[in-house]
């Protein structure tokens, strides 16, 4: 974590002294200039990433460069205008935002945009104004394939030509298209616009230079096409009622009375190139609860109004807002199976937007099923995270016990450092103490559990119940904990966890030759 990319630093650190200058620009109503010497000399910015999210109403902003990916994200109705070009989701979420591009954008331009205005002057790439749902977004130049894929709402202007299946699954808003428009895509139809409504769009356009012609064409939903998807309902199989904790041969107990450690540290690694360190945020227990609403005596994982011990996990349904939240939160989790799919150079973005937001180091984790783990692992080992989450409850339905030799394998394959970048499990049931040991033998840091009555009191069981098998098992921390702790009561858990059989003592056969 120490050797932070550096476009990444970069980025944190122009981030941190525009938030300076957008300070005393809003107070002398100045738009704020990078990328030019003080006598207008041009220094061009290059590959810069996650640059000025959230930009507040009077913040305006004008950028000479080559920029990477997710920059003026959640854009709250500032003006961001480029000089240059920019990758992908470049302004999405935006909401009352202006933003105008004056050299070619990547994919997702202006993705999940609610409200504001949008212009790339010189065309864009795959899937722009994905999944829109307000505001106006308008392309002069060509535009690649799925223009405006998922739509809800909101305008869409093309001022040339457009790739192949434009309005794919749009279930609203529409789409001009003054150029090249092949057949729409599945759920879409092109329709002919009257007169007036050319004339009124005209007028909404308020733009001498930019008028739709009469041979505009439209596309919009076709009500009479079924597009829509369900996601495959998240189930989890099984627990870990089956498997069992013992002591290791020859180990006595504890004196008791004796310290104990279980306490799990999160973030606190340090970063030279930004001459600071990630906040760190230490849990009691290897043990955080998921709830409605934050709670007085410990940290919890909330989706809104986090204080500054909790952790606000961030998804498509939440992000749009929670440029609020994430000033307040301690922690963010960013939930990946209800987030548009992002490469890891738009992923990288979206972290260091996340940071200029909260205005600190924040730690950072990343969430997705137990099918996905080795995707969790690798983007763990390759991006700034603090943390990653295995959730049980996943679209695949594995059986519980094998999320043991799924995690642990894909530890040693991805080579992590689980010490800087833990793995924590989310588990869908009642959590005891006998959980978190098993979590922690298979190389897991610790437990996430959904919500339960009375979690102080729950929470103060868990804990001395913890201590109580410390003291069983010898052992002075939970640092200490490992796979020859466990054993399986049933031969079927045993040949899908890889955990010893007790009584046979050893691993089944099958495991061996792994």
């Not at 990916?69 to 989701?89: A, R």
């Not at 190139?273 to 609403?293: A, H, R, T, V």
């Not at 749009?320 to 301690?330: E, R, T």
Request: charged letters at 25%; a neutral charge; aromatic letters at 4%.
């Amino acid at each position: 974590m120490g050797n932070m990319r550096e476009e990444i630093v970069r980025s944190l650190k122009l981030n941190k002294d525009l938030a300076k200058m957008l300070k005393q620009g809003i107070e002398l109503n100045k738009p704020i200039k990078i990328g030019w010497s003080r006598e207008g000399e041009p220094i061009p910015k290059k590959g810069e990433i996650g640059l000025a999210p959230a930009l507040p109403e009077k913040g305006r902003i004008r950028i000479l460069g080559e920029l990477g990916h997710m920059n003026g994200i959640l854009c709250q109705g500032g003006s961001f205008s480029l000089e240059g070009s920019s990758g992908d989701f470049h302004g999405a979420w935006n909401n009352g935002g202006m933003h105008v591009i004056e050299r070619k954008v990547g994919d997702h331009i202006g993705h999940g945009m609610v409200d504001g205005k949008i212009i790339a002057r010189d065309g864009c790439g795959k899937f722009a104004g994905s999944s829109l749902r307000g505001g106006l977004l308008i392309i002069r130049g060509d535009a690649g394939s799925q223009v405006g894929a998922g739509m809800t709402g909101g305008t869409i202007l093309v001022v040339g030509d457009v790739g192949d299946s434009v309005g794919s699954r749009m279930t609203g808003g529409r789409i001009y298209v003054s150029g090249r428009c092949p057949k729409p895509g599945e759920g879409a139809k092109m329709i002919t616009p009257s007169k007036k409504e050319i004339e009124d769009f005209n007028e909404s356009l308020n733009d001498e230079l930019l008028k739709l012609s009469n041979d505009v064409v439209c596309i919009v939903a076709d009500n009479s096409i079924e597009v829509s998807t369900k996601q495959p309902n998240k189930k989890s199989l099984g627990d870990w009622s089956e498997l069992t904790i013992v002591p290791e041969i020859g180990k006595n107990r504890l004196v008791k009375g004796q310290a104990l450690d279980t306490i799990v540290v999160l973030g606190g690694d340090e970063i030279p190139s930004l001459e600071s360190n990630i906040e760190s945020m230490g849990l009691d227990l290897p043990l955080i609860f998921e709830s409605k609403k934050s709670t007085e005596k410990f940290s919890t994982i909330v989706n809104s109004k986090p204080k500054d011990s909790d952790f606000l996990i961030i998804n498509e349904d939440n992000i749009q807002n929670s440029h609020k939240d994430i000033k307040n939160a301690g922690g963010v989790i960013i939930d990946l199976s209800s987030m548009p799919t992002m490469s890891p150079p738009s992923l990288d973005g979206l972290l260091v937007a996340i940071r200029a937001i909260s205005s600190r180091l924040i730690p950072i984790l990343l969430k997705d099923g137990l099918s996905r783990v080795n995707n969790l692992h690798t983007s763990g080992k390759n991006h700034p995270i603090q943390g990653l989450i295995v959730d049980l409850s996943d679209i695949s339905g594995l059986h519980a016990t094998s999320c043991l030799p799924k995690i642990g394998r894909s530890i040693i394959e991805t080579k992590i450092d689980s010490s800087t970048c833990p793995t924590f499990i989310s588990v869908p049931w009642k959590v005891s103490s006998n959980d978190i040991i098993v979590a922690r033998a298979c190389g897991a840091a610790g437990i996430i559990s959904k919500e339960i009555q009375e979690m102080e009191k729950a929470s103060s069981e868990i804990h001395q119940e913890l201590r109580g098998w410390l003291e069983e098992l010898g052992l002075d921390s939970i640092e200490k904990i490992g796979r020859k702790h466990l054993r399986s009561n049933s031969y079927e858990i045993a040949a899908l966890s890889g955990i010893r059989l007790t009584g046979y003592e050893r691993a089944l056969p099958m495991w061996f030759s792994q």
